[in-house]
């Protein structure tokens, strides 16, 4: 059922050749991950109930190259994501229809230029 489920998914992915249709499909995958971010980083925070030296061990973690790269592409998904929700929003409540290719072309400029500044200040 699954199975069945993720191949029809895929086929339809594959089949609509329109910009909407993977927009559709990483802003679902994005908000997943923020979920599973958001847990990971209510775990690591919780660590300042065993103390000042547990809390430093458990940041300390995400002090590393590996760390910096891990809130680059945080960035990249939380940009995404508040981009593309915003722009469903003005579409929905504005009856955009008609321009949402244009206003996703817009959103990903934004984000484009949110990567750029981004690496330099999180990764350099």
Do not use: C
Not at 14 to 37: D, E
Not at 50 to 61: L, M, N, P, V
Not at 73 to 101: C, E, M, P, W, Y
């Amino acid at each position: 059922m699954i199975i069945q489920k993720l191949k029809e998914t895929l086929y339809d992915l594959w089949r609509n050749k329109n910009m909407g249709m993977p927009a559709f499909w990483v802003h679902r995958i994005s908000g997943i991950l923020l979920t599973i971010f958001l847990f990971l980083h209510i775990w690591t925070l919780s660590a300042v109930f065993r103390g000042k030296d547990a809390y430093d061990y458990a940041i300390s973690k995400f002090d590393t190259q590996f760390g910096y790269i891990f809130q680059y592409i945080l960035l990249l998904t939380v940009a995404f994501h508040l981009l593309n929700g915003i722009r469903i929003a003005i579409i929905d409540f504005s009856g955009l229809t008609r321009s949402q290719k244009q206003m996703l072309r817009i959103s990903l400029f934004i984000l484009f230029i949110i990567a750029v500044v981004g690496f330099y200040t999180v990764v350099l």
